[in-house]
């Protein structure tokens, strides 16, 4: 197994060794995760101890949504496979050279069944330098090439140990760590950023769409002046107001920064004060059932593999997130073989191949698509907002897998998704609303193409940096003008 990377010309004072010398020398450990016999799909609990499996492993962070949890019980048990500040988790099948540093956030937390941990021990590397250091491109090319298994490549610990590593001394790997760190820092930050503006944007086609939160408060405030005025009102919506009435439409102050958010008189104006009955239940009054059909649009723009032009944006389901329309990830259309949809910036990407995945985003750029994703369009462009927010939501999400055919690839289609029925307002409610979402939109796109430009800095730097090619102070400057 070679264990030579890098055969540039190296500084006097780095030292070439492997991966296990490191962790010896710093009485660390290269552990494996407990196997299925330690912890059973029973052991999984949707309160306790977050336990990271491989779909957890994201680029050198974990991915906390939708994370299993064990009990604190289950994880003292298996307590020696909880993990400390500084240890890097490998997925140990599959996509190899994905790593994730734990960071300060997950320490105790549990490194799951199919996972690998590394703890490097104290006073040899640096671990979030080791992190960088491990996703340099050849590093992660001799890992995916030594991996044993053709169709389903695999780590093991011996593996792992003969990871060629080069060691500069401890300070300049404490350099090299802030100068890449800080890259990421603003790329978290503005991930961050745009989890809570997705969040804030969800919150308020809730509040308006799905829960009627001004049409209660409206109500709520046409009971009190009608008690006022000692008069009784003709209609029953007093009795539709909940007892807690809400009147906000976003939610309080939390985590993720999201603020109270409340209606202007402007647009409290736009919604009734009282509700009607409906085939699906009580909608606010003037409103009508409909469905997305009438608001939305399939186009289906096909362009064979050899009319796409070198370096298009691409996007497949598997660039496509879980549960978030912030779209932060794709390829280029250069190596693509099969005709494909073209799809515009601003438009809605529904992945229609096992819809219970819940992949649907909002294009951040102009680009082409797999054919298992649906191109949804408004038509008109008030109703861009409106027809986010129902398409990208969990009852659209259900509908979609009740119908959808096939056994072991189920997919859905359009007609299916147009039937879906919807309360549908005024034009000048769905415009008010895309008002609104828009600029959040428009924010989280300026932020994935930030992040996109200092992850391609930080990709550049690295392997500069890495093999002692870049000097610090260089790569100090370029980084103080990027961010």
């Known amino acids: ?62 991915i906390e949504t939708g994370i299993a949890r064990i009990t604190e019980a289950d994880a003292e048990r298996l307590s020696k496979h909880r993990v400390q500040v500084g240890d890097i988790i490998y997925s140990r099948r599959g996509d190899v050279e994905r790593r994730a540093l734990i960071r300060i956030e997950q320490e105790g937390w549990l490194c799951g069944t199919g996972c690998l941990k590394v703890r490097l021990g104290k006073g040899v590397t640096d671990p979030l330098f080791a992190s960088f250091y491990l996703g340099h491109p050849e590093v992660r090319a001799w890992i995916v090439q030594h991996a044993v298994g053709a169709t389903m490549p695999n780590l093991n ?70 008690r006022a005025d000692g008069t009784v009102r003709a209609d029953d919506a007093s009795r539709r107001v909940r007892s807690d009435p809400n009147p906000r439409t976003g939610v309080r102050g939390s985590s993720d920064g999201v603020e ?9 104006a736009l919604f009734p004060d009282r509700f009607e009955d409906s085939p699906l239940g009580p909608i606010p009054a003037g409103w009508r059932v409909g469905t997305l059909g009438e608001v939305a649009d399939n186009p289906r ?3 064979g593999a050899d009319e796409v032009e070198a370096g298009t944006p691409y996007i497949a389901l598997e660039h496509m997130p879980r549960r978030s329309i912030a779209l932060a990830d ?5 190596e693509i073989e099969s005709n ?3 799809f515009h910036q601003g438009e809605i990407l529904f992945g229609k191949l096992r819809p219970y995945f819940h992949k649907v985003g909002i294009a951040p750029v102009n680009g082409v698509c797999s054919t298992d994703i649906l191109v949804i369009v408004p038509k008109h462009l008030e109703w861009f907002g409106f027809c986010a927010g129902h398409f990208s939501s969990d009852a659209i999400i259900q509908h979609a897998d009740q119908a959808s055919t096939g056994t072991k690839m189920p997919r859905t ?11 549908i307002p005024q034009r000048k409610v769905a415009e008010a609303f895309t008002n609104q979402f828009k600029p959040m939109i428009d924010r989280i796109h300026q932020g994935i193409t930030e992040s996109r430009t200092l992850a391609a800095l930080r990709d550049a730097l690295l392997p500069k940096l890495i093999s002692g090619e870049l000097r610090i102070s260089d790569a100090e400057r370029i980084v103080g003008r990027a961010v």
């Open 1 to 62: 197994m070679s264990t030579v990377l890098f055969s540039n010309p190296i500084p006097e004072d780095w030292e070439r060794t492997t991966l296990g010398e490191v962790v010896r020398r710093g009485e660390g450990s290269i552990q494996t995760g407990p196997f299925g016999s330690q912890l059973h799909a029973s052991d999984y609990v949707p309160v306790g101890v977050p336990t990271i499996m491989p779909v957890n492993i994201g680029e050198n962070r974990i």
């Open 413 to 423: 289609n359009w007609n299916d998704l147009a039937r879906f029925e919807v309360a």
């Open 330 to 334: 794709w390829a280029t259309a250069d």
């Open 157 to 226: 610990t011996g593996i792992m140990e003969a990871i060629p590593f080069l060691l500069p001394p401890l300070r300049e790997q404490e350099a090299i760590a802030c100068i890449l760190g800080t890259l990421d820092d603003k790329i978290e930050l503005n991930r961050r950023r745009n989890r809570t503006l997705e969040a804030m944007a969800r919150a308020i086609f809730q509040s308006w769409f799905v829960d009627f939160d001004p049409v209660h408060e409206n109500a709520r405030r046409a009971n009190k002046r009608a």
């Open 260 to 268: 109270s958010y409340r209606l202007s008189p402007e647009i409290a």
């Open 340 to 342: 494909k949809f073209v």
């Open 301 to 303: 723009r096909g362009i």
